[in-house]
C-alpha cells in the first residue's frame, strides 16, 4: 500500500478530496519526523512507539570482496508496535494458520479416499480372490455400477458380527 492508497481510502472514508486528503496525511508525517528529530521518541495509544537510537561503530565485511570495513556510528529509527497492532496481527497469523490447517485437511482427505478407493483394486488381492470358504458373505469390494467399492457386511457366523 502506497500513502497514495492511503490518502485514496481515508478520503472515501471521511468523504473529503483527496486533494485536502493528502495534505492532512503529509502533516501526520511530518509531524512525526519532527517529534523524532527533535525528541527521539514518539508513542501512539493504541498504534506503537517510533524510537531514535544510537547505532555504535563496528566492523563489517563487503559482501563481495570478503574485506574488512569500519561502520561509523549512526542514527536509527525502531518501532515497536501497540498492542492493539500486535493483537490484530496475532488474530491474522491464527486465521492464515486455521486456512492452512482446513486446506492441508482437506488436501489429505482427498488424497487418502483416492487411495482408500484405488488399493484394494491396485493390489489384486482382494477383489481378485473369491471367499470360498465363507457361504454366506458377499464378496468384499466389488465394484458397484457406479464405480466406488461397496462396503463389508456382517457375518451372521461371527460371534463379534463383524464378519472378520
Keep these: 500500500m502506497t500513502k497514495k492508497d492511503i490518502v485514496k481510502a481515508i478520503s472515501e472514508q471521511i468523504g473529503m478530496t483527496q486533494l485536502k486528503t493528502k495534505e492532512i496525511v503529509q502533516q501526520t508525517f511530518d509531524a512525526i519526523i519532527d517529534t523524532l528529530v527533535r525528541e527521539h521518541r514518539i ?9 531514535v537510537k544510537k547505532r555504535a561503530a563496528r566492523k ?7 574485506e574488512r570495513v ?6 536509527v529509527v525502531t518501532f515497536k508496535p501497540g498492542k492493539e ?3 490484530r496481527v496475532r488474530l491474522l497469523e491464527q486465521q ?17 479416499s483416492a487411495s482408500t478407493s484405488t488399493s484394494s483394486f491396485s493390489s489384486g488381492t482382494a ?8 457361504q454366506n458373505s458377499p464378496q468384499l469390494n466389488q465394484p458397484s455400477p457406479s464405480g466406488s467399492a461397496t462396503p463389508p457386511l456382517p457375518d451372521s457366523n461371527s460371534p ?3 464378519g472378520l
Excluded: I
Excluded at 477383489?127 to 465363507?134: K, N
Design 43 to 51: 508513542e501512539l495509544r493504541n498504534f506503537g512507539v517510533f524510537e
Design 60 to 66: 563489517a565485511r563487503n559482501p563481495r570482496t570478503g
Design 160 to 162: 463379534s458380527g463383524h
Design 127 to 134: 477383489a481378485s480372490q473369491p471367499f470360498s470358504d465363507q
Design 96 to 112: 492464515e494458520a486455521e486456512k492452512r490447517a482446513a486446506v492441508a485437511a482437506a488436501q489429505n482427505a482427498a488424497t487418502s
Design 70 to 75: 569500519d561502520v561509523a556510528e549512526k542514527y
Design 85 to 87: 497492532m500486535e493483537e
